[in-house]
């Protein structure tokens, strides 16, 4: 648990959060699992923060509570009470609306819209209250990014960007039928006064601003519901606020978070320092040609933007080498053993994975043959006990390698040069190997 100076970037923002169970799960997991353990963190960084919940829940987090935090009851039936529920439900339950027939879409789940739909609205509901007498005020969805977010926070879009709205998108990927991930149809911007015809999908993860920021975006975002849901479009209120700012691109500041090395989205870091710092990694060896020995490989890596080594959140994480179909080993270094490989050509990749297991970054390949350490062919018929991978290991995973190290007893140069790529200048072979 954090202590209250955890918060220290946060204090002129006030953080807005809902946990309402209307049945949605990330995974095979209880309400409580899911939803009030991620409002449990947010809650221990210490941040001002207004929270909506069910008079059921509430006693569930009592004990995070603190000065700074401030709990809202809202139920089923203010879900009910959302002014366009009437037109979301009548949408919903039509098979005429292009959204029924998609797999797997949220929004077709009753009370679903009516809550994410209402963000907007209680962001500028937080904000016209303005508990906590901040300038930000900031949504974070409990169900997805919660769990994420830690100090330090990177706010240098809202600084940029003091009165413009939030938030931030991902490739938007075009279905057969011309619709959105949620139903709403890619060609309904341009009928309702977009500018362009948007590439990226807006998200409502993380959402917000200054005050006239999310005034402007409520009082727009309410005229795009109105229109759409009246001629029977919809989505969810991520295909709303893209409409919106499409055809008001001076209200919003958009941060992709799919442009990043890997190229997918990276939603639950928009805040975090990982989104800005553009991490990258190389594989300085083996490389590519090389013929290695599979029962003990070294892979060594460049890192920049970064730290491996840490559980900490922000810019840490792993770096794990990938090779064939399922072949992965990852280490809290720049430096990886590796063994087990069967004979033949492989391809090695490094990924660096983030403190929250998605990969943020990707090296080049690396083609290597892979030859046994003995040939069929030899005259021998004993088994071979190869202890080279576990003193690799055991190499890599050392805090130092400082000091004079002498390799006794090899008479495979490759194997030398492998040690001396971990341990550096320091090797050389031993006078005698006696």
């Not at 300038?135 to 003091?162: K, M, N, Q, T, Y």
């Not at 998605?358 to 040939?375: F, G, H, R």
């Not at 005259?379 to 003193?391: C, F, N, T």
């Amino acid at each position: 648990t954090c202590s209250l100076s955890a918060c220290r970037e946060g204090q002129d923002m006030t953080f807005v959060s809902a946990a309402m169970d209307i049945g949605r799960r990330h995974g095979n997991i209880s309400f409580q699992e899911d939803y009030i353990g991620n409002v449990r963190h947010l809650l221990s960084l210490g941040c001002p923060l207004v929270l909506f919940l069910q008079a059921r829940h509430v006693a569930l987090v009592e004990a995070y509570l603190h000065p700074r935090a401030i709990v809202r009851v809202k139920e089923e039936d203010d879900l009910r009470a959302f002014r366009y529920y009437e037109e979301v439900e009548k949408l919903r339950t039509s098979q005429e609306w292009r959204g029924f027939h998609k797999e797997g879409n949220p929004a077709k789940m009753p009370l679903y819209n009516a809550l994410v739909m209402s963000k907007p609205f209680w962001l500028a509901e937080v904000a016209e209250e303005d508990p906590f007498n901040t300038h930000h005020f900031i949504w974070i969805d409990a169900g997805l990014c919660a769990r994420f977010v830690a100090p330090p926070l990177a706010l240098d879009p809202l600084r940029e960007s003091p009165d413009r709205f939030l938030t931030y998108s991902m490739a938007l990927a075009v279905p057969h039928g011309g619709i959105d991930t949620h139903g709403f149809p890619i060609q309904g911007h341009a009928r309702f006064g977009a500018k362009r015809t948007p590439r990226a999908l807006l998200r409502g993860n993380i959402l917000g601003g200054s005050k006239t920021a999310v005034f402007n975006m409520a009082e727009e975002y309410e005229k795009v519901l109105g229109e759409t849901l009246g001629a029977g479009l919809m989505g969810t209120e991520e295909s709303a606020m893209t409409l919106v700012c499409a055809r008001r691109p001076a209200l919003c500041r958009v941060v992709s978070v799919s442009d990043n090395q890997m190229g997918t989205e990276m939603p639950c870091r928009m805040f975090t320092l990982l989104a800005s710092q553009g991490p990258a990694c190389e594989i300085l060896s083996p490389h590519s040609g090389d013929l290695v020995a599979g029962e003990a490989l070294v892979v060594r890596v460049a890192v920049r933007g970064f730290t491996p080594g840490s559980q900490t959140r922000g810019t840490h994480g792993q770096v794990c080498v990938t090779w064939g179909r399922d072949g992965r080993r990852c280490a809290s270094g720049e430096v990886v053993a590796i063994g087990g490989l069967e004979p033949g050509a492989v391809s090695l990749r490094v990924e660096l994975v983030g403190s929250d297991g998605l990969a943020v970054a990707s090296s080049q390949q690396v083609e290597i043959t892979v030859v046994p350490s003995v040939p069929k062919d030899m005259d021998w018929d004993g088994e071979v006990i190869d202890s080279r991978y576990d003193l690799l290991e055991s190499l890599a995973s050392s805090a130092s390698s400082e000091g004079a190290w002498v390799l006794v007893g090899s008479g495979c140069s490759g194997f030398e040069r492998e040690v001396s790529e971990v341990l550096g200048e320091g090797v050389r072979p031993a006078e005698s190997t006696g």
